[in-house]
């Protein structure tokens, strides 16, 4: 199933997100969701939002033109695969459910 996330970590209950994950999902960052892909700038660390995913074995992907319009480019993990809105339309396609967070 794809996850699609469009608010901030810190304005939702991503514990419960967490929950329902499984390896066989994957989870789309859009909006200010794309938050969730930002690396600690200092110890260049994934947060721990990321690292949650990271262990549950999670592909983690976020809308390109999100990244950009925040200005979060040089800051977003490189475990999170930026896309464009034809790879999203892709995603899409391989999940025929997906799941708005």
Do not use: C
């Not at 938050?35 to 390109?64: E, P, R, S």
Request: glycine share 4%; hydrophobic share 40%.
């Amino acid at each position: 199933m794809l996850y699609t996330i469009s608010t901030s970590p810190y304005y939702s209950d991503f514990n419960s997100l967490i929950n329902l994950l499984t390896e066989q999902d994957e989870v789309l960052l859009l909006q200010d969701g794309v938050l969730i892909g930002h690396k600690i700038a200092l110890g260049k660390k994934d947060n721990h939002y990321l690292i949650q995913l990271k262990d549950k074995g999670i592909h983690v992907f976020a809308l390109q033109d999100d990244v950009e319009a925040r200005g979060l480019m040089p800051y977003i993990s490189s475990y999170v695969r930026q896309i464009s809105y034809v790879d999203f339309v892709q995603l899409t396609v391989k999940h025929p459910q997906y799941f708005a967070w």
